[in-house]
């Protein structure tokens, strides 16, 4: 909902805080940078993409949302999963950006794509319907 605490808003709210993303240090962080303009997180998408057997480019926030949305409506078990996987996505670059600007956190793909997977493993065990479209998903 545009509500996240992005340095262009706590600049606004007259917060100073240095404005280049935490990511790629090569533009200032926006929503629209931080998801998925820059480079590293659309990476990050991108290879969870491909994880799933999916090949498309990535487009902006919104245009993002509406193709999650178009999955989730689905009511298919790949939906389910692709509408977890991208929760699981937004929720950890936010972690992660936070605790790179304020804890002085590094930042690691191959972390990150772990833990995602590692996530929806567990999550599948405890959902029949989700086996089958699992099995396929091995290391991201
Ligand atoms: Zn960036």
Known sequence: MGRLA???RLLKF???VPPSCVFCDSADETLDHLLFNCTITRALWTRLLNWL???RTIGTWQEEVNWVCTWAKRR???GAIISVIFA???ATIWRERNLLRFHNGYFQVDRICREIAIHIHIKGQHN???QQELLVLTNP
């Open 6 to 8: 992005t340095v262009d």
């Open 53 to 55: 057997g999916i090949q």
């Open 14 to 16: 007259g917060i100073q």
């Open 88 to 90: 699981m996505l937004v």
């Open 76 to 78: 298919t078990e790949k």
């Open 128 to 130: 029949r319907k989700w």
